[in-house]
C-alpha cells in the first residue's frame, strides 16, 4: 500500500534530500524499509540499494547490503513474530527489548559498514533510483524541516504502530487493525 501511495518514493527522495550520501542511503532506506513486516521488501529496497552503491559493489554485495540492513529491522521491530513470541515466552516488555537492543543494532551497522558500505567512495552523492529529471525540485536549495516533514509523511503508518505498540504496550493485533 505504501508503495502504491507513493509514500515510500516519497520516503527515498526525503532521506536522499536529507543526506545527499550514498553510504547513508545504502545503509538507512532497507533498514526503514525493513520495519516493514513483509518478505517483499527487499524487492522494494534493492533498487534503492543499487543506486546508492553505483558501480563500487558487485550484484552479491548489493543483494547482502539489502538484506543485511533490512533484517536489522527484524531483530528488534515488535511487529515481527518471532520477537513477538520471544517477548511473550520471556515476559519481558517490548519497550525495554528495543531499548537494549540499541547497542546491538549500532553493532550490527558497523559491521555492515565496515565489511560493505566503505567501499562506496566518500564523496559520493546519491543518484536515486527515482526518475529525477521529471522532478520540478532538482536543483533548487533543499528545505530540511520540509524533507523530514516528507520522511515522516512516507513513513508515518509504520512509525505510528510500533510507537503504539512502545509506548502503550498495546498488542500488535490491535494496533495493525
Not at 558501480?55 to 527484524?74: A, G, M, P, Q, W
Not at 517477548?87 to 555492515?112: A, E, Q, Y
Not at 546519491?126 to 515522516?152: A, F, M, R
Amino acid at each position: 500500500m505504501l508503495e502504491k501511495r507513493g509514500r515510500l518514493i516519497l520516503a527515498e527522495k526525503a532521506v536522499s534530500n536529507i543526506f545527499n550520501f550514498s553510504r547513508v542511503n545504502a545503509m538507512i532506506v532497507p533498514f526503514i524499509i525493513g520495519l516493514l513486516p513483509s518478505a517483499g521488501t527487499v524487492l522494494i529496497a534493492y533498487p534503492i540499494v543499487v543506486a546508492a552503491t553505483g558501480n563500487y559493489l558487485d550484484k552479491d554485495e548489493i543483494t547482502f547490503v539489502t538484506s543485511y540492513f533490512r533484517r536489522i529491522s527484524e531483530a528488534f521491530v515488535p511487529t515481527y513474530a518471532s520477537i513477538i513470541l520471544a517477548l511473550s515466552l520471556s515476559n519481558m516488555s517490548m519497550t525495554g527489548f528495543v531499548l537494549l537492543m540499541l547497542i546491538p543494532i549500532f553493532i550490527l551497522f558497523l559491521i555492515g559498514y565496515f565489511f560493505y558500505v566503505r567501499k562506496i567512495p566518500k564523496g559520493g552523492e546519491y543518484q536515486g533510483s527515482i526518475d529525477y529529471n521529471q522532478d520540478p525540485q532538482i536543483g533548487k536549495e533543499v528545505d530540511l524541516k520540509e524533507e523530514w516533514i516528507n520522511l515522516v509523511k512516507g513513513m508515518w503508518e509504520i512509525l505510528t504502530a510500533v510507537v503504539i505498540i512502545l509506548v502503550f504496550q498495546w498488542p500488535v493485533y490491535y494496533v495493525v487493525i
